[in-house]
């Protein structure tokens, strides 16, 4: 059984900056996907930032520049560097982990930008 615990979240002015952890546990492999996704109010959970394949990363083009992805393979961590936030970042954030057709997903830490 894999579990995500999120933390870092909080309220910041836009332009300011914020720094995401996940924290992994259980059967974790470095090869599997894995990243943050966001789901702001009234909308579809979408893509952050992941790693696929192990060491490539992806980024929303909404955050490209932005926001940096990075991975702790010897503490099975992932992170997630915000700066430059925008007031539409606001979202609450999920780490997320794939395998084998089966995804697990963390409780989820908010994120608030105020203008």
């Known amino acids: 059984q894999v579990q995500l615990v999120e933390s870092g979240g909080g309220l910041v002015q836009a332009g300011g900056s914020l720094r995401l952890s996940c924290a992994a546990s259980?059967?974790?492999?470095?090869?599997?996907?894995m990243g943050w996704y966001r789901q702001a109010p009234g909308k579809q959970r979408e893509l952050v930032a992941t790693?696929?394949?192990?060491?490539?990363?992806n980024y929303a083009g909404s955050v490209r520049g932005r926001f940096t992805i990075s991975r702790d393979f010897t503490k099975d961590t992932v992170h997630l560097q915000m700066n430059d936030l925008k007031p539409e970042d606001t979202a609450v954030y999920y780490c997320?982990?794939?395998?084998?057709?089966?995804?697990?997903w963390g409780q989820g830490t908010q994120v608030t930008v105020s203008s």
């Open positions: 997320a982990y794939f395998r084998r057709g089966r995804s697990y």
């Open positions: 790693f696929t394949g192990g060491l490539n990363t």
């Open positions: 259980g059967s974790i492999f470095s090869s599997d996907d």
